[in-house]
C-alpha cells in the first residue's frame, strides 16, 4: 500500500508528488497518457506565466535554476530594491503599463529571484518536477486510465489499466474533465458558458489583417500573438460548439472572420483546440481519503493565466498537510484547513475570469464599463489592485493574529549572513525566524527540531516583526514579539505536539 496515489502528472500532480516526496511519504502517481510529451505542452502552444508566488514556490525547493535553465531565461540576480515587473498582464484583454506599478504598494514585497515570474512553457515545467520527482523516489506509471474508485476508513483502492492500486489517501490532479471528481461524488457547482474560445496554431496566407496583441472587437476578441500563425478567439455563443468534436479549417476561419471584421484566410490548420468559459468549483476539496487539487477541484476560463499557478498554490498547501497527516502527527483539524484555506482562493479567481468576462461581452451596456474599466486600469491605483489580483500577490490567509505578514506568502528576507529565507526551507520544514537580540526563542523552537528548523540573526530587510514562524508552504502562520509563551501557540496549532522522529536522512 502506497502513503499517496495521484491520478495525474501533469505541473499540479508532479509538484504534488515532490512535496510529499520529499517528506518521506511513499507516492505512486498515475497517468492516462502514455506518453509525457506533447505539442500542447512546448513553445507555444504551451507558453505559461509563472506568478511570483509560484516561482517561489520552487525556489523555496531549490529548483529555481532548472526551472530557469528548462525554459530559457537567464539567472538575472535580485535587484537592490523592489523590481518593477517588466510585464504586467491584462484584465480582459486591456494590457496592463508596468510603469504605472506603485511597486511600493505590493504586500511585502523585497529583492528577490522572482520579482516578475517567469514565462515558461507545460513542457519545461514537468521537466523539472518529473526530474525531482524521480530523485525523491516518486514512482510514475503512465497509459494507465483510472475507471473506479472504492475508499472506506482505512484506505482507498484505485482500478487503473487493469491494476488495482491500494493507498493511504488519493489526489484527484487530473484536469478538468477528472476522472476522480466523478467517481468519488464531489458536487461541482458554478455558472455555464456565454462564449467558445478557441487556440489555433495555423498557417494564415494574409497575418497583416490581424493587429498584433489582444484586440477587443464588437463581436468578440482574438489575439494574434508574436508566434507566427498562433491565434486565438472568441465568440459569445453561449458555448453553443460542441467540443467533443474537433473544430474544422472552414469554422475556424468563418468565427475568425466575425471577430475580426476581416476577411482573413487561413490556408491549413495545424492544431486547434476549445474551451470555453465555464465557471465551477467543487464545494469541498476532500471527501473521506480522497482529495483534488488544480483544475480538478476548480475550471475556468484562461482569462488572466490564473490556472497553472492556481494549481501549484494548491499542491503546496495540500503537500505538506498531508504528509502531516500521513506520519501521523498532524493536530487536529490540519488537514480540513486545505479546503478552508484554497476554496476560498480558487472561488476568488472564478470570479476574476468571470468579471472578464462580463466586460469583455459584444453589446452596448458591456462595451460601456469596459471603457470606464480602462480609465481606472490606466491609473496608478488601477494598475497596482489589478497586478495584485492577477498575480496572487494580494493573497492572505484568514489565520487569526494582528500583524499584517500572518496569512501571507513570506517575503525572501534576508539575515546578516546572506542566508535567504528559501534557502532554510529546501528540506520542506518550516521555519521559526528569531529576528529578537537575546535569540530566547531558541529552546521552544527546537522542541519541534524534526519539522520545524529554528534560524536567527537579524534581517537586512524590516519585517516590523521580532519572530516569525513560516510554514513548509511559505505561507506566515506567526509574526510578533519574542514573547515564549505566545510564540509556542502557533508551533502547537501547525505542527502538532513536540515529539522527536520524522527526521529526514
Avoid at 465568440?235 to 466575425?258: K, M, N
Avoid at 504528509?323 to 487536529?332: D, S
Avoid at 470570479?351 to 458591456?366: C, G, S
Wanted: charged share 25%.
Amino acid at each position: 500500500m502506497h502513503d499517496v496515489v495521484i491520478v495525474g502528472a501533469g505541473p499540479v500532480g508532479l509538484f504534488l508528488a515532490c512535496e510529499l516526496g520529499l517528506a518521506g511519504c511513499s507516492v505512486l502517481v498515475l497517468e492516462r497518457e502514455p506518453e509525457p510529451g506533447s505539442p500542447w505542452k512546448a513553445d507555444p502552444l504551451g507558453m505559461r506565466g509563472l506568478s511570483a508566488a509560484s516561482v517561489e514556490a520552487f525556489h523555496r525547493r531549490g529548483m529555481s535554476q532548472p526551472l530557469l535553465k528548462a525554459s530559457g531565461v537567464d539567472d538575472r540576480p535580485g535587484a537592490e530594491g523592489p523590481a518593477r515587473p517588466r510585464g504586467a498582464g491584462h484584465f480582459a484583454g486591456m494590457m496592463l503599463d508596468p510603469a504605472k506599478m506603485d511597486v511600493t504598494a505590493l504586500p511585502f514585497r523585497v529583492p528577490g529571484l522572482a520579482a516578475e515570474g517567469v514565462m515558461t512553457s507545460l513542457e519545461a515545467v514537468e521537466t523539472v518536477l518529473s526530474e525531482r520527482a524521480s530523485t525523491l523516489g516518486v514512482e510514475v506509471r503512465r497509459g494507465v486510465a483510472v475507471s473506479a474508485i472504492a475508499q472506506d476508513e482505512d484506505g482507498v483502492v484505485v482500478l487503473a489499466g487493469g491494476h488495482e492500486y491500494a493507498a493511504r489517501w488519493v489526489v484527484g490532479c487530473d484536469g478538468g474533465r477528472s476522472t476522480v471528481r466523478g467517481l468519488a461524488g464531489f458536487a461541482f457547482v458554478g455558472t455555464e458558458p456565454q462564449f467558445t474560445g478557441y487556440v489555433v496554431l495555423a498557417t494564415v496566407a494574409d497575418p497583416g489583417k490581424l493587429r498584433p496583441g489582444f484586440n477587443l472587437t464588437p463581436t468578440g476578441m482574438y489575439l494574434r500573438t508574436p508566434a507566427d500563425g498562433y491565434v486565438g478567439m472568441l465568440e459569445f455563443d453561449d458555448g453553443a460548439f460542441d467540443r467533443s468534436r474537433q473544430p474544422t479549417r472552414d469554422h475556424l476561419q468563418a468565427v475568425l472572420r466575425r471577430v475580426s471584421g476581416t476577411d482573413v484566410t487561413l490556408t491549413d490548420v495545424h492544431l486547434a483546440s476549445s474551451f470555453t468559459d465555464r465557471a465551477k468549483q467543487v464545494t469541498t476539496y476532500r471527501r473521506g481519503r480522497v482529495l483534488l487539487a488544480g483544475d480538478a477541484a476548480h475550471i475556468h476560463s484562461p482569462l488572466g493565466a490564473q490556472g497553472l499557478n492556481l494549481g501549484i498554490g494548491d499542491a503546496m498547501n495540500l503537500g505538506w498537510k498531508l504528509a502531516a497527516t500521513v506520519h501521523g502527527h498532524a493536530p487536529n483539524g490540519l488537514l480540513d484547513t486545505y479546503t478552508a484555506e484554497r476554496r476560498p482562493i480558487g472561488a476568488r479567481a472564478l470570479d476574476w475570469t468571470r468579471a472578464q468576462t462580463a466586460v469583455m461581452r459584444p453589446d452596448a451596456h458591456a462595451q460601456a464599463i469596459q471603457g470606464v474599466v480602462r480609465d481606472l486600469i490606466g491609473t496608478r491605483d488601477g494598475t497596482t489592485y489589478v497586478f495584485e489580483r492577477a498575480s496572487g500577490s494580494s493573497i492572505r490567509y484568514d489565520l487569526g493574529g494582528d500583524h499584517p505578514l500572518t496569512g501571507r506568502n513570506a517575503p525572501d528576507v534576508r539575515l546578516g549572513d546572506g542566508t535567504r529565507l528559501a534557502d532554510l526551507m529546501r528540506d520542506g520544514r518550516g521555519v521559526a525566524l528569531d529576528l529578537s537580540i537575546d535569540r530566547r526563542l531558541r529552546d521552544p523552537a527546537t522542541r519541534w527540531e524534526s519539522r520545524i528548523r529554528y534560524a536567527a540573526g537579524a534581517a537586512r530587510d524590516g519585517l516590523g516583526a521580532a519572530a516569525v514562524l513560516v510554514r513548509p508552504d511559505g505561507v506566515v502562520a506567526w509574526a510578533g514579539g519574542p514573547d515564549r509563551e505566545v510564540f509556542e501557540r502557533a508551533p502547537s496549532r501547525w505542527f502538532g505536539r513536540p515529539m522527536s522522529g520524522w527526521r529526514r536522512a
